[in-house]
T-cell receptor, first 113, second 109 residues
């Protein structure tokens, strides 16, 4: 059974804290993604990685960074959490973006207080 | 590069039909469809490829007009289990992948 696992389902952090969201996949996929999901806005791409140590910015990278030191793990980092980063964060992985499906983690609901 | 979906929300009775549309401002190689039930991760439904090939869910039908850069998802004789939010997704530049804003479908008994 293929899996994308996110480290936390729910997280509460204080403003200004550095926050790490971890994502691990067991399918040997090259591509991994971080999306943010807010009501009415759908899934917005934050960052994308197509290989170890390779990353590309998505549509809303401000305030975020990422790390991919190993193929199976893709981390999203909030350098200094702010209340407007309160959201649902979804990690996904895929073999390619053209003709194969993406698999999602269960999501991390982050609340910044 | 986010695709545009319409309508934003649909309410149906069991057995009724619905169409969800997805359009892009750029030429598309493929369009992907996912469904997300409340509190769960999005789940793959199907991929429509340029040239007419389709991969995925046998019970759901969809179309892909390459020239118009549009796709439509057809939900016929809807069941309660069809309720959820439907997203279309399209490949972008440099292997990125973008999702639309979603269509919330509510099927009532």
């Amino acid at each position: 059974d293929v899996k994308v696992t996110q480290s936390s389902r729910y997280l509460v952090k204080r403003t200004g804290e550095k926050v790490f969201l971890e994502c691990v996949q067991d399918m040997d996929h090259e591509n991994m993604f971080w999306y943010r999901q807010d009501p009415g806005l759908g899934l917005r791409l934050i960052y994308f990685s197509y290989d170890v140590k390779m990353k590309e910015k998505g549509d809303i990278p401000e305030g975020y960074s990422v790390s991919r030191e190993k193929k199976e793990r893709f981390s999203l980092i909030l350098e200094s959490a702010s209340t407007n980063q309160t959201s649902m964060y979804l990690c996904a992985s895929s073999r390619n973006t053209e003709d194969t499906e993406a698999f999602f983690g269960q999501g991390t609901r982050l609340t910044v207080v | 590069q986010q695709p545009v979906q319409s309508p934003q929300a649909v309410i149906l009775r069991e057995g009724e039909d619905a169409v969800i549309n997805c359009s892009s401002s750029k030429a598309l190689y493929s369009v992907h469809w996912y469904r997300q039930k409340h509190g769960e991760a999005p789940v793959f439904l199907m991929i429509l490829l340029k040239g007419g090939e389709q991969k995925g869910h046998e019970k759901i039908s969809a179309s892909f007009n390459e020239k118009k850069q549009q796709s439509s998802l057809y939900l016929t004789a809807s069941q309660l289990s069809y309720s959820g939010t439907y997203f279309c997704g399209t490949p972008g530049d440099f292997n990125k992948f973008y999702f639309g804003s979603g269509t919330k479908l509510n099927v009532k008994p």
